[in-house]
């Protein structure tokens, strides 16, 4: 059991080293320096070259993480994205997106935080793109009002946060993506024809079109990998669940207190078959 979850962890390492829609994108200078120019229209000055991308890469994780830093005129730039469902645990994915982007980028500069000298670093700026509904959800969070009741804390972490709009900038044209794509796979399920809809859908109406034009294999193998993943999720949890289930029943038959029926009414994932089969090797063991 040990083994086939730690081959099952594997897999799914090995898969979300790969990257989303949103960092595959935005891995392109030219699209970076569109986002940026969304955020910082003023900033006449910035330029493909002057962009320096700092992602974390998430190698060792078991969850797919679309959280984007890049460093460009002595900003910080963090972008986290939240996708349909909304938490507030945003808020510590920043934190620790943050922390150990400063942590790089001392590395990265020489610069050590132990010594006298004070270290330079740049100026940090942090969002949260969230791609569901805005409804009555803030344009603002806080670490410590939504953790610590508003008090006086000696750490905080603010982010503001960028729902769809009506505006035509890259940043909102991934939302639309997204939403986009949400809505072909509640229409065909997580298949290949959800990608290919939205992909068709998004160039129709002129959303990433550009980039789908030109990456659209790229973007097809990517989500289909997605799908990929969370069938294997799934499978790991079912197979988690139903081990966790013979577990109790052969407890339950060793105490020999209910019958093989009883035990299928508390354990409806488990056949009559099946109860008879951990019945006999239980027996056994006695």
């Known amino acids: 059991m040990q083994d086939d979850t730690k081959q099952i962890q594997e ?10 829609v949103f960092l595959d994108l935005f891995q392109n200078k030219s ?16 330029t493909e070259d002057s ?23 002595n900003k910080l730039m963090i972008l986290i994205e939240a996708q349909s469902t909304w938490t507030m645990n945003i808020l510590v994915r920043v934190l620790l997106y943050l922390a150990q982007s400063y942590h790089e980028y001392f590395q990265r500069t020489s610069q050590d935080y132990y010594k006298s000298r004070k270290v330079k670093m740049p100026k940090p700026e942090l969002y949260v793109i969230y791609t569901g509904n805005k409804g009555k959800k803030p344009d603002k969070i806080s670490l410590s009002k939504e953790f610590f009741e508003s008090a006086d804390t000696d750490i905080e972490v603010n982010a503001k946060v960028i729902y769809e709009s009506d ?10 993506f997204c939403k986009v794509f949400n809505e072909q796979t509640k229409q065909h399920g997580m298949t290949q024809k959800a990608v290919t809809e939205t992909i068709r859908i998004c160039k129709d109406r002129n959303v990433l079109r550009e980039y789908l034009a030109d990456r659209e294999k790229e973007v097809v193998t990517i989500m289909m990998s997605l799908f990929d993943e969370e069938q294997i999720m799934k499978s790991f949890i079912k197979s988690e669940r139903h081990d966790e289930a013979r577990e109790t029943a052969e407890r339950m038959i060793k105490d020999g207190e209910i019958s093989l029926e009883q035990i299928a009414r508390y354990l409806p994932t488990l056949s009559m078959e099946e109860l008879k089969e951990i019945k006999a090797e ?3 063991l006695i």
């Open 11 to 20: 897999v799914i390492a090995k898969r979300t080293a790969k990257n989303s």
């Open 31 to 46: 699209y970076l320096l569109k986002l940026y120019k969304t955020l910082h229209p003023e900033d006449t000055t910035a």
């Open 51 to 73: 962009l320096t991308d700092v992602t974390i890469e998430n190698v060792l994780t078991d969850n797919l993480y679309n959280d984007l830093g890049f460093i460009v005129n």
């Open 167 to 176: 505006k035509d900038d890259i940043i909102n044209q991934y939302i639309v």
């Open 282 to 284: 239980v027996m056994q």
